[in-house]
């Protein structure tokens, strides 16, 4: 399993950006996937999750609004547009799954914590800042 996020960059507040992450070596189309950020000095967060087949999602209250996960199956690609993005968002942002993940549909966050995902990417670095 390989995950492979770009598009971090530093931005000034009220501005945009998306993230990528590209899959390969699983079946990317069967697993739910989330996007999870760490800010300096603090744990895991999770942002948004998507189903396999995309027809449902989830944010973090805080990003509710201003963030949206999608995916494309067809590329093993997931996004993260993210607009008014704000100082607090400054963060690592990572792509995470694991195979307990497989095959869930409907809506809702699954219950496993991020800490217990056990397929991640590298990260990329997203700076909010004037």
């Known amino acids: 399993v390989q995950l492979e996020e770009s598009g971090g960059d530093l931005v000034q507040p009220g501005g945009s950006l998306r993230l990528s992450c590209r899959a390969s070596?699983?079946?990317?189309?069967?697993?739910?996937m989330s996007w999870v950020r760490q800010a300096p000095g603090k744990g895991l967060e999770w942002v948004s999750g998507i189903i396999p087949d995309g027809r449902f999602s989830d944010n973090l209250p805080s990003v509710e609004g201003r963030f949206t996960i999608f995916r494309d199956n067809v590329k093993n690609t997931l996004y993260l547009q993210m607009n008014n993005l704000k100082p607090e968002d400054t963060a690592l942002y990572f792509c995470?799954?694991?195979?307990?993940?497989?095959?869930?549909?409907?809506?809702?966050?699954?219950?496993?914590?991020?800490?217990?995902?056990?397929?991640w990417g590298q990260g990329t670095q997203v700076t909010v800042s004037s």
């Open positions: 995470a799954t694991d195979d307990s993940l497989r095959d869930i549909g409907g809506s809702g966050r699954p219950t496993l914590r991020v800490e217990d995902y056990t397929y």
């Open positions: 070596g699983f079946a990317f189309r069967s697993y739910y």
